[in-house]
């Protein structure tokens, strides 16, 4: 693999980053994204998401904390975008856990990390799954042990001002599985 050194523009931040190429499925096609490999800054929402995660994480267990990944990052803008573009709210299908998150206003990832955890109150500890007939498996994945890695990303289309897409990995909500 040939190292390019590159001034890498994400719709989070400018970085200086080694580069390489990697194909992401989508959709059923390959997409090609320039990744970054060492990154020296993250944004201030980049930070606050990962701080906010490893709260939530905390509350039910010690153990590794999440981190972000700049591949994941990518492969979320990529169907984020797709979102934008084709004015839908569906999952991508990748091997990735996934939340999706919409706003009608301005949105940060600690925005769509705090409507997520707000299922909590549908999660019920005793059997470790969702209360009968209630949603709660974006705050599972929010707090699934055995994901270490996150990305995220944001978009906006004719419907919503905001679209957050975070990718998880491992990913999730395993049926038959707990969530730590």
Known sequence: MKILKILFLSTLSFVYAKTNIV??????????????????VFSE????????NNEIRREVFTGAEIKWNIAIEASAQVHADY???????????????E??????????????????YREKAEYNTNTKTCNTGKTCGHYTQ????????????????ASWKTIVVCQYNPPGNYIGQTAF
């Not at 989508?26 to 990154?39: D, H, K, S, T």
């Not at 929402?45 to 906010?52: A, E, G, L, V």
């Not at 939340?99 to 997520?116: I, K, P, Q, R, T």
Request: glycine share 6%; proline share 3%.
């Open 45 to 52: 929402d980049i930070t606050n998401m990962i701080t906010r």
């Open 23 to 40: 194909l992401i499925p989508m959709n059923g096609i390959l997409i090609p994204i320039v990744i970054a490999e060492e990154r020296e």
């Open 99 to 116: 939340n999706l998150y919409a706003s009608g206003a301005e949105a940060s990832f600690v925005d769509a990390v705090n409507a997520w």
């Open 142 to 157: 929010l707090i699934w042990k055995d994901t270490l890695e996150v990305g995220c990303a944001k978009s906006s289309s």
């Open 83 to 97: 979102l934008a573009q084709n004015n839908l709210f569906t999952h991508s299908g990748t091997s990735y856990g």
